[in-house]
């Protein structure tokens, strides 16, 4: 069972081991209870060219059933809050932090004249669970009335629509761990008893810490957690999944553009990977320094059970960002060593760097 604040009350493995939740998840597959996403559901005849016009991604080439990763900045090039575009059959949908999901709808609205377009704010009203692992078709074909064939042919972020005990399932492909996974997004009524089903069978519960290193070793950064309303997205590294550089105009499109053409790409700092020797994950923000002179903050941080070391994101100078770059991190007194490193830190598809 899973109370609503996506806490496991009971499975088969327990919440203190870590390892064994770890292990399991990259073998077979887990599953996380998602209460924090935000959820808007839009309507209308004019969705998806007032969407393409408003984020950074090319909304007009998604049919339904598809989907793509996308962001709304404001003027300057800032992140306002980054999100999952799902086009289905009658209505377009974002998925986005909870944190950002009122502002993101009211910001979307302030740009609405005449436009056939209505938002509803689903934020509280959906369940969403996270399947990770190669396993995860496996489970979500066995609970489901979709078949594991059309699971396996979704490309990420396609979506399809299933029935759980009579209850409709939104099925989204997802690659938050690297591995294979999907998100299922159901009415908030019947999350609990899903994710019970799911524990029945054998799926493994993912306590957050898990999650998040899983998420780290992906190379994955998180709103608010790794970027936030001060980051440009090329400095996060995710304009190939999040930016269309063959689109119009959209807000905080001229920023982008000079980085990319006018700039050659630099930018005062970098999201990167770093390795940390010894102790334990250090808190976020923890600095960085190189030569004794400040260069960034860590943003995320965990121990890693696969790769047998701590791996954390950051932000470094430009001229630190390459790989192999030797650092010092500095959290609650202790200055420790660490090494700059290429993202993701471990390919979830080859299970072997796993095990």
């Given at each position: 069972?899973?109370?609503?604040?996506?806490?496991?009350?009971?499975?088969?493995?327990?919440?203190?081991d870590l390892e064994t939740?770890?292990?399991?998840?990259?073998?077979?597959?887990?599953?996380?209870?998602?209460?924090?996403?935000?959820?808007?559901?839009?309507?209308?005849?004019?969705?998806?060219?007032?969407?393409?016009?408003?984020?950074?991604?090319?909304?007009?080439?998604?049919?339904?059933?598809?989907?793509?990763?996308?962001?709304?900045?404001?003027?300057?090039?800032?992140?306002?809050?980054?999100?999952?575009?799902?086009?289905?059959?009658?209505?377009?949908?974002?998925?986005?932090?909870?944190?950002?999901?009122?502002?993101?709808?009211?910001?979307?609205?302030?740009?609405?004249?005449?436009?056939?377009?209505?938002?509803?704010?689903?934020?509280?009203?959906?369940?969403?669970?996270?399947?990770?692992?190669?396993?995860?078709?496996?489970?979500v074909a066995r609970l489901?009335?979709?078949?594991?064939?059309?699971?396996?042919?979704?490309?990420?972020?396609?979506?399809?629509?299933?029935?759980?005990?009579?209850?409709?399932?939104?099925?989204?492909?997802?690659?938050?761990?690297?591995?294979?996974?999907?998100?299922?997004?159901?009415?908030?009524?019947?999350?609990?008893?899903?994710?019970?089903?799911?524990?029945?069978?054998?799926?493994?519960?993912?306590?957050?810490?898990?999650?998040?290193?899983?998420?780290?070793?992906?190379?994955?950064?998180?709103?608010?957690?790794?970027?936030?309303?001060?980051?440009?997205?090329?400095?996060?590294?995710?304009?190939?999944?999040?930016?269309?550089?063959?689109?119009?105009?959209?807000?905080?499109?001229?920023?982008?553009?000079?980085?990319?053409?006018?700039?050659?790409?630099?930018?005062?700092?970098?999201?990167?990977?770093?390795?940390?020797?010894?102790?334990?994950?250090?808190?976020?923000?923890?600095?960085?320094?190189?030569?004794?002179?400040?260069?960034?903050?860590?943003?995320?941080?965990?121990?890693?059970?696969?790769?047998?070391?701590?791996?954390?994101?950051?932000?470094?100078?430009?001229?630190?960002?390459?790989?192999?770059?030797?650092?010092?991190?500095?959290?609650?007194?202790?200055?420790?060593?660490?090494?700059?490193?290429?993202?993701?830190?471990?390919?979830?598809?080859?299970?072997?760097?796993?095990?």
């Amino acid at each position: 069972m899973t109370d609503l604040r996506g806490k496991c009350t009971t499975s088969t493995v327990g919440e203190d081991d870590l390892e064994t939740q770890y292990r399991l998840a990259r073998s077979s597959a887990g599953v996380t209870f998602e209460p924090t996403r935000g959820r808007l559901r839009f309507t209308g005849k004019d969705v998806i060219p007032f969407l393409h016009r408003m984020l950074t991604n090319d909304i007009q080439r998604l049919a339904p059933g598809q989907g793509c990763y996308a962001a709304l900045l404001a003027p300057n090039g800032r992140m306002i809050s980054d999100m999952r575009v799902i086009r289905g059959a009658e209505a377009v949908f974002l998925d986005t932090p909870a944190s950002t999901a009122t502002e993101l709808k009211a910001k979307l609205e302030q740009f609405l004249f005449r436009e056939d377009v209505h938002v509803s704010d689903l934020t509280g009203a959906v369940a969403l669970l996270g399947l990770h692992g190669p396993a995860a078709a496996s489970f979500v074909a066995r609970l489901t009335t979709i078949g594991q064939e059309t699971l396996d042919a979704l490309c990420e972020h396609g979506s399809a629509v299933a029935q759980f005990n009579g209850v409709p399932v939104q099925i989204v492909m997802s690659r938050i761990t690297g591995a294979h996974g999907f998100d299922l997004c159901v009415d908030a009524g019947a999350g609990a008893a899903l994710h019970g089903e799911l524990l029945r069978l054998g799926c493994v519960c993912l306590s957050p810490q898990i999650f998040k290193v899983m998420r780290i070793e992906a190379g994955i950064p998180l709103f608010p957690d790794d970027m936030d309303n001060d980051t440009i997205p090329l400095e996060a590294g995710i304009e190939d999944r999040a930016i269309s550089q063959t689109k119009g105009c959209y807000p905080g499109q001229e920023i982008v553009a000079r980085v990319l053409h006018r700039g050659g790409g630099r930018l005062a700092r970098k999201l990167v990977g770093i390795v940390i020797e010894g102790g334990s994950a250090p808190a976020a923000h923890a600095l960085l320094q190189r030569d004794h002179n400040d260069i960034g903050r860590i943003t995320s941080a965990a121990y890693s059970p696969g790769l047998g070391r701590i791996v954390a994101l950051g932000y470094v100078r430009w001229e630190s960002r390459a790989p192999g770059t030797e650092v010092e991190v500095h959290d609650e007194g202790e200055a420790r060593h660490g090494v700059v490193a290429a993202l993701p830190f471990l390919d979830a598809a080859d299970p072997s760097e796993a095990s």
